[in-house]
């Protein structure tokens, strides 16, 4: 899902194109290109860019890849001009780029607060909302990491509720060779540095798990502040927990008491506009943890925040209602194994 889109001609090691607009076009593997667009993607994460009359750059909703766009240029990973927020699209004009803004696009949350029961209900209908869509149009072979993370496991189990037939794949011990491409959004964009390529083919991730489920801390520690409990005393109160030693990592960011009274949409933007990891070349990404009905979360109660931040007990809510049996296969404390070249 890489493309450079252009007035001007340059410099790239990606196929070129060039439209009945004039422009040029520059793409990684993996794309449909005809006289009037480029697709690529599959029904969870894609990417149109029209040029028959006007160009245009079209996507799934929560989409996983950043656009960066100005008059003379548009691409995902070309950052030197704007960055385009999640709930904007774009359509140029007389060569000038317009942005239409998605007034509808954030939803509004519940007021009142959510119980652990009713949380895991959430999370659990997404999640498989998630797949079911992805199952259904499908036809690439799937691929998941033999990972013992919550979040991959959390992934697989709905995977294995709903019967998708995927295969298991270990991670090399050394970091995988990327294309020239994949080397270079990875020089960026720290999720390319957890990925291998398996050309046609979709790899399964637990990606967004952390933002999108109560686990960052310090989105959770903005979120506590404002409810007058601190993250910090709560993690030094517990000798061992899941998620402890990664809390180390931000304890000096959630230091500072928040004090903004527009937590909930700073935190609905944040999570919404993180983009992590993308299709590269004829490899996809299908990453199954993220669904807008999980901005919902963002409301459940104390007890449901503090138990998912330190135990992911509401990931583990959803695992032990697919497949309980991957309990035992989940590690004791996050990033336990991960291979050093995950975190350079």
């Known amino acids: 899902m890489n493309f450079y889109y252009s007035q001007l001609e340059i410099a790239y090691n990606l196929k070129q194109y060039k439209t009945k607009n004039n422009w040029f076009l520059y793409l990684d593997e993996g794309w449909t ?85 009713q949380s895991s209900n959430i999370l659990f209908e997404s999640i498989c909302e998630n797949v079911e869509q992805f199952a259904k149009s499908n036809a690439k072979p799937v691929c998941v990491p ?29 970091k995988p060779k990327l294309s020239q491409i994949g080397e270079q ?27 999108w489920i109560l686990r960052n801390p310090y989105y959770v ?31 000096k960011k959630c230091s500072v008491k928040i004090t903004n009274e527009n937590t909930i949409k700073d935190l609905t933007l944040m ?8 299709h590269l070349n004829t490899t996809y990404f299908f990453s199954p943890l993220k669904h807008i009905n999980l901005l919902n979360l963002l409301n459940a109660d104390n007890d449901t925040i503090i138990n998912q931040v330190t135990e992911a007990q509401l990931s583990k809510s959803v695992i032990e209602k697919c497949n309980p049996e991957l309990l035992k296969e989940l590690h004791t404390i996050k990033n336990q194994t991960d291979p050093e070249y995950f975190w350079p």
């Open 185 to 211: 959004v990875a020089s960026k964009h720290w999720g390319f540095n957890q990925i291998q390529e398996i050309p046609n083919s979709v790899v399964v991730t637990g990606f967004y798990g952390d933002e």
């Open 221 to 251: 520690h903005m979120l506590l502040s404002q409810r007058n409990k601190n993250i910090t005393e709560i993690f030094d109160s517990i000798n061992t927990c899941y998620m402890k030693k990664y809390f180390e990592n931000y304890r």
């Open 33 to 117: 290109v005809t006289d009037e667009f480029a697709y690529k993607g599959i029904d969870a994460s894609w990417c149109r860019l029209d040029y028959k009359d006007n160009v245009k750059v079209t996507t799934n909703k929560l989409r996983d890849f950043p656009i960066y766009y100005h008059d003379t240029q548009v691409s995902n990973f070309s950052n030197h001009t704007p960055l385009l927020p999640v709930d904007g699209s774009l359509v140029w004009n007389n060569n000038k780029v317009e942005v239409n803004w998605d007034k509808e696009f954030y939803p509004k949350l519940p007021k009142k607060q959510l119980t652990f029961e």
């Open 271 to 278: 999570i919404c506009n993180d983009f992590q990891i993308w």
């Open 146 to 174: 033999k990972q013992n993370g919550i979040d991959t496991l959390t992934a697989r189990s709905v995977l294995d509720y709903l019967k998708v037939k995927y295969e298991l794949f270990d991670l090399p011990n050394e």
